[in-house]
T-cell receptor, first 115, second 118 residues
């Protein structure tokens, strides 16, 4: 299995530009999570989906952030417009709860730098 | 609300010695507990989890963790440290009473840098 795939791995952009991060979950996993990692705040949950439907987006910091999951194998996290404080590593993770006690498997992350 | 505390920013251990990375948690109901490891510029790798049953959980790379409900702790341990164990370790929790039988987001601790000295 290829694991969770994220692209791009690195993104450098200027303030005000639109940024789109992409994620392909592990095949068969029905939950997808987006996290953000910063030095100041650590790892934070932004939003998660179940069967392509957003379940909890209470961690999305502002209206500038949006996420979609048009099908079971693809999700995007968009920031428009981007700001320097959005600089962070963004992780996507997927899981298949099954009998419960689900394990989330993480992608390699996208390192975003907003200048 | 659920939370995780990793009281040590850094733990230094000599190679071959036992290691412990501490974690305490707070949830309203019963916890699902996890340990992940992160190497530089990499994603998080799953090490082990506690769901129910035996309080001593064994995981990858010789790591284990002991769930202690009375102390609300889930410390990570390894009998003999390797230099290659040097990394950033995260403890995470979720309240199993949330979201019915489905999944939920994890709450992570701040992480502990484990440094194994040759």
């Amino acid at each position: 299995d290829a694991g969770v795939i994220q692209s791009p791995r690195h993104e450098v952009t200027e303030m005000g530009q639109e940024v789109t991060l992409r994620c392909k979950p592990i095949s068969g996993h029905d939950y997808l999570f987006w996290y953000r990692q910063t030095m100041m705040r650590g790892l934070e949950l932004l939003i998660y989906f179940n069967n392509n439907v957003p379940i909890d987006d209470s961690g999305m910091p502002e209206d500038r952030f949006s996420a979609k999951m048009p099908n079971a194998s693809f999700s995007t996290l968009k920031i428009q417009p981007s700001e320097p404080r959005d600089s962070a590593v963004y992780f996507c993770a997927s899981s298949f709860p099954g009998q419960g006690g689900e394990t989330q498997y993480f992608g390699p992350g996208t390192r975003l730098l907003v200048l | 609300a659920q939370s995780v505390a990793q009281p040590e920013d850094q733990v230094n251990v000599a190679e071959g010695n036992p290691l412990t990375v501490k974690c305490t948690y707070s949830v309203s109901g019963n916890p699902y507990l996890f340990w992940y490891v992160q190497y530089p510029n990499r994603g998080l790798q799953f090490l082990l989890k506690y769901i129910t049953g035996d309080n001593l959980v064994k995981g990858s790379y010789g790591f284990e963790a002991e769930f202690n409900k009375s102390q609300t702790s889930f410390h990570l341990k390894k009998p003999s440290a390797l230099v290659s164990d040097s990394a950033l370790y995260f403890c995470a929790v979720r309240d199993m009473s949330r979201s019915g039988g489905g999944a939920d987001g994890l709450t992570f601790g701040k992480g502990t840098h484990l440094i194994i000295q040759p």
